[in-house]
């Protein structure tokens, strides 16, 4: 879990403990954030949240949650145990009103659950990482549950494709050898939550060895952007990846392709950008000269006298209308980068090569979350983002109108601390079933997945 850099915000109304709405001041650039999306039909939050009985997940009145499966216990498919660290999460349509949701597992080597290791899903056995699938009817009612891929490290986050499969990432790049792996790390794998042996345990090695998070893919070009989130500076990238066989369904991917790396002319740290709307046009896209990173990590290779562009805690990734978002969570100039922010969010446009900061998270600047910085994003049900916290404190998932408005959606209520000094499970991979009548999350520890349905405006 990571914390932010510490600021009295001046822009922000700080959630009350009943959860009530906050209204926030944003520039107009936000509107783009929703571009090609469904309007919202005006709301500036669904009321107080309502304490939790149970003790896991307050909401807010007329919403109620199901609780889907939680770590520890039995894998319906009878694989083992129900493994540790929920994170990112994707719901694919399936069959017959059927929905798979996949779900990454972060486990690093010392994982108190791994990843079962299965025949035929599995890459390297002595990591426990991987992924978990499960099938759900209409009425969010569990129908099976089972390992879609195995001995893989760290999956943080990832993303859908097109043909309803899953890309997961792994935030790691240790080497064969190192931390009892047998195998090198730092991929990203294809996996189909309706047949995973369909994909297997196949790394798909073009797409670069480094520090995966997330990726979002171009439904047109297929072109796959992919965000670093490396923990020391120099940090991360921002990648896209020109496969051989764009759109080419399950399994196009390990055709292979081209990894490039964004620079921005004269930009080497994106978080000195502090002013919304600041745009860069003419962004270049730079070959990634050793994408196997075999003797140094991509970040620090030789781009040339040009340099690269890298930026710190780079997270989320998605894609709406014509354009590619992605987040930055926070910049700590403590900790190497060239300013601090409470976190980012930048939109780029394939077709006019521009980059433009569309929202700037504190401090004393548009906004600042009423918790910590953002991490997790997805497109609402009701037209604007849901987004979860990745900080301190209280945890909560957070949604954001189309007018800029921020309210609390949900707040996990179990305490993984002590009485004297709380602490609370984040949540990780926010994601709505493809109807919108449904939002899923994790907490991410104790690892439990939810299923939270109610009046979606």
């Not at 439904?219 to 990648?239: M, Q, R, W």
Request: aromatic share 8%; glycine share 14%.
């Amino acid at each position: 879990m990571s914390t932010a850099p510490r600021s009295t915000a001046t822009r922000r109304q700080v959630l009350a403990g009943s959860g009530a709405a906050a209204a926030i001041a944003f520039t107009g650039a936000f509107s783009e954030l929703f571009a090609g999306t469904a309007a919202a039909r005006g709301h500036n939050g669904y009321g107080p949240l309502v304490p939790d009985p149970d003790g896991l997940l307050d909401l807010p009145k007329g919403f109620r949650y199901r609780v889907l499966s939680r770590e520890g216990e039995p894998l319906r498919s009878g694989e083992g145990p129900v493994p540790s660290n929920h994170d990112g999460m994707a719901a694919l349509r399936g069959r017959n009103g059927r929905i798979h949701l996949v779900r990454n597992h972060e486990n690093r080597h010392t994982a108190e659950i791994g990843v079962p290791t299965i025949e035929g899903l599995t890459y390297d056995p002595a990591a426990k990482g991987g992924c978990t699938s499960l099938e759900l009817d209409g009425r969010n009612k569990v129908l099976g549950e089972r390992v879609a891929i195995a001995g893989t490290a760290v999956n943080c986050a990832g993303g859908p494709t097109p043909w309803r499969t899953w890309l997961t990432c792994e935030e790691n790049e240790d080497k064969a050898g190192t931390n009892g792996y047998t195998k090198d790390h730092g991929f990203i794998f294809e996996v189909d939550g309706a047949d995973p042996r369909r994909t297997g345990a196949v790394p798909l090695t073009a797409m670069g060895r480094f520090q995966h998070e997330a990726i979002a893919v171009d439904p047109k070009s297929g072109i796959v952007y992919e965000t670093e989130d490396a923990f020391e500076k120099p940090f991360g990238l921002f990648y896209r990846f020109l496969p051989e066989k764009p759109l080419g369904g399950t399994g196009s991917l390990r055709a292979g392709g081209e990894l490039e790396a964004m620079r921005v002319p004269g930009v080497p740290d994106l978080s000195v950008v502090q002013e919304t709307g600041t745009s860069f046009d003419r962004i270049e896209w730079v070959p990634v000269p050793d994408p196997l990173a075999a003797e140094t990590p991509i970040r620090l290779q030789d781009f040339g006298a040009k340099g690269i562009t890298h930026a710190q805690k780079l997270e989320g990734c998605y894609w709406g209308g014509s354009s590619v978002y992605f987040v930055s969570s926070f910049a700590h100039r403590d900790e190497g980068s060239a300013a601090d922010h409470y976190g980012q969010v930048w939109r780029y446009e394939p077709k006019k090569r521009r980059l433009t900061l569309v929202v700037i998270f504190g401090p004393d600047t548009d906004i600042q979350l009423p918790g910590e910085s953002p991490d997790n994003i997805c497109l609402a049900a009701d037209g604007g983002l849901m987004v979860c916290e990745d900080g301190g404190g209280a945890q909560h998932v957070l949604g954001v109108t189309r007018r800029g408005e921020v309210y609390a959606m949900a707040r996990g209520r179990q305490n993984i601390g002590t009485p004297e000094e709380p602490e609370w499970g984040e949540f990780a991979g926010v994601t709505f079933s493809p109807d919108g009548s449904t939002m899923y999350v994790n907490c991410y520890t104790p690892g439990t997945t939810f299923a939270v349905t109610g009046p979606w405006c």
